[in-house]
């Protein structure tokens, strides 16, 4: 089965899957800062200085209490990279016919829309999105303009980017590392690191943008991980992403069938594969759509 494991590493490392899921703001690399504790200094300091909460500082930095001593290291993380947005939303339908004609309707207003699908209790249910922005002002202003065409049941969401343990599409090496630990050995493959931490398989694989060495993809194996704070269970995941825009049965060892559970927001997919067992995940793959 191990072997099989690492066959199925290899081939999703070559492996690019694209369908453009949703207009929305680009993303530059990420520019986390490390800063040295002085004398004197408390998180909440730091937290004013850096506009950060004291809450997000703990969790960037793995720190379980609020204590921290001069000449420590911590992580000030480029929040633009897992800032949530806001999406406007302009209805939800059973029927993705109803959906596509208020996209239409949104479309003659002069209106940009699109049909983000969510599957709920195994029932696929089709949400108008009109918009998903970092500022919540423009969400407001794009929500009044939906009510004043007619589209009175509109209302925002908020949600994050996806993410494996906080690390993000254009997130850095370094959180990596801060947030899944330091592998004993790594090996490149031109763009492609692989990392590992326990017995014979890669926890990790990144693959960079030769631009800026920002991650581009991101592919973790639970199995092959020391720490406890990524997902191994499917009832983990559902928890932590809630509902998912598609499921899939593919196969997997040989004649096998694996449940891949699918995420998409923005320009970002998570792929998440459930073992055979049904609650087991086999991987978890995010990267940009093209």
Not at 16 to 39: P, R
Not at 63 to 82: F, N, V
């Amino acid at each position: 089965m191990n072997r099989f494991k690492r066959f199925l590493q290899v081939g999703l490392c070559t492996v690019l899957m694209g369908s453009v899921f949703y207009f929305g703001n680009g993303k530059a690399a990420a520019e986390d800062i490390y800063i040295k504790i002085k004398k004197g200094d408390t998180l909440y300091s730091i937290s004013k200085k850096y506009n950060i909460s004291v809450e997000d500082l703990k969790e960037y930095n793995q720190l379980t209490s609020s204590k921290i001593i001069a000449g420590q290291e911590l992580m000030i993380p480029d929040l633009e990279q897992t800032k949530p947005l806001y999406v406007v939303v302009a209805g939800s339908f059973s029927k993705k016919a109803n959906a596509d004609k208020r996209v239409t309707f949104l479309k003659k207003k002069g209106i940009e829309a699109v049909v983000v699908k969510k599957v709920i209790n195994g029932k696929s249910l089709y949400r108008v999105q009109a918009g998903a922005f970092s500022s919540k002002s423009k969400a407001e202003k794009m929500k009044t303009k939906l009510k004043n065409n007619g589209i009175k049941d509109a209302f925002l969401l908020t949600e994050k980017p996806l993410h494996i343990n906080g690390i993000t599409v254009g997130s850095s090496y370094k959180q990596i590392v801060q947030k899944i630990g330091q592998p004993t050995k790594t090996e490149d493959d031109k763009n492609t690191r692989s990392l590992y931490y326990k017995n014979d398989g890669a926890g990790v694989r990144v693959t960079f943008n030769a631009a800026n060495d920002s991650i581009e993809q991101l592919q973790v194996y639970p199995e092959f991980l020391k720490t406890a704070s990524v997902p191994t269970e499917k009832s983990q995941i559902l928890k932590l992403y809630g509902n998912p825009n598609e499921v899939k049965i593919v196969t997997c060892y040989e004649s096998a069938k694996c449940e891949q559970i699918i995420y998409k927001f923005n320009n970002d997919k998570l792929i998440v594969q459930i073992d055979r067992d049904g609650k087991t995940v086999q991987y978890l793959d995010l990267r940009k759509t093209k």
